[in-house]
């Protein structure tokens, strides 16, 4: 059987673990940002814990995934859970190493200009440091949801579907047209999360920043 012909007759089940995958990557990237920016934000201006929380996150990021998937099960059991979980934490480092970055690396005489002008720490930080920022910020999320969209292919060894089901069933049939339905739609996904992204990032970014 050819590629074409395994996605004719797997399309309801290609489809199903597309959608999967998807609810996975994308839940598990929006949690990450709830979680990491707003700790940017803070280790930003709290620069003495900087080190020591952007540690921890990478330390989390040296674990190899499969081993962290095993490591969650016993603890939380199979299922979407665990693997949000598991996604969630390989998707602080990025987004939280670049906003503090990104809003550390603003020019001290914009920030002073802005206090010159009577705005507060709460102006300061919505209307230059975060516009300012924003470049690094999405690039963060950038990386972020294309190293999630990746790793989500082993949530199927914790029961938690996407398109990995159908990797593994082709590895275990030695069925290559199978591992590549599986493997062209993450690389699809990877790419498209990352083109959306990317337009998002132009139409937020401040016109004085786009080159």
Same mark, same amino acid.
């Given at each position: 059987m050819n590629f074409f012909d395994t996605l004719v007759s797997r399309q309801d089940m290609i489809q199903t673990a597309f959608l999967e995958h998807i609810y996975l990557s994308f839940v598990a990237v929006a949690i990450g940002i709830a979680i *990491?920016? =707003?700790?940017?934000?803070? +280790? %930003?201006?709290?620069?003495?814990?900087?080190? =020591?929380? +952007?540690? #921890?996150?990478?330390i989390f990021q040296t674990i190899p995934s499969l081993a962290l998937f095993g490591f969650l099960v016993p603890l939380l059991g199979i299922g979407s859970p665990t693997a949000l979980i598991a996604l969630i934490i390989y998707a602080l480092l990025p987004i939280l190493r670049n906003t503090y970055t990104g809003i550390t690396g603003v020019d001290g005489s914009v920030i002073e200009a802005g206090r010159g002008m009577g705005m507060t720490r709460t102006q300061i930080l919505r209307q230059i440091e975060l516009p300012l920022a924003l470049p690094f910020i999405m690039a963060g999320i950038r990386t972020a949801t294309v190293l999630?969209?990746? +790793?989500?292919?082993? *949530?199927?060894?914790?029961?938690?579907?996407?398109?990995?089901?159908?990797?593994?069933?082709?590895?275990? $049939?030695?069925?290559? $047209?199978? #591992?590549? %339905?599986?493997? !062209? =739609? #993450?690389? !699809? !996904? *990877?790419?498209g999360f990352d083109l959306i992204l990317k337009w998002i990032e132009k139409r937020t970014t401040p016109k004085g920043l786009k080159l």
């Open positions: *990491a920016l =707003p700790i940017g934000i803070l +280790i %930003a201006r709290y620069r003495r814990f900087a080190e =020591p929380i +952007i540690a #921890v996150t990478a999630t969209v990746g +790793i989500a292919t082993l *949530a199927t060894f914790v029961g938690a579907g996407g398109l990995g089901d159908i990797i593994y069933r082709g590895l275990q $049939s030695y069925n290559n $047209s199978l #591992v590549l %339905a599986g493997a !062209l =739609p #993450v690389a !699809l !996904l *990877a790419i």
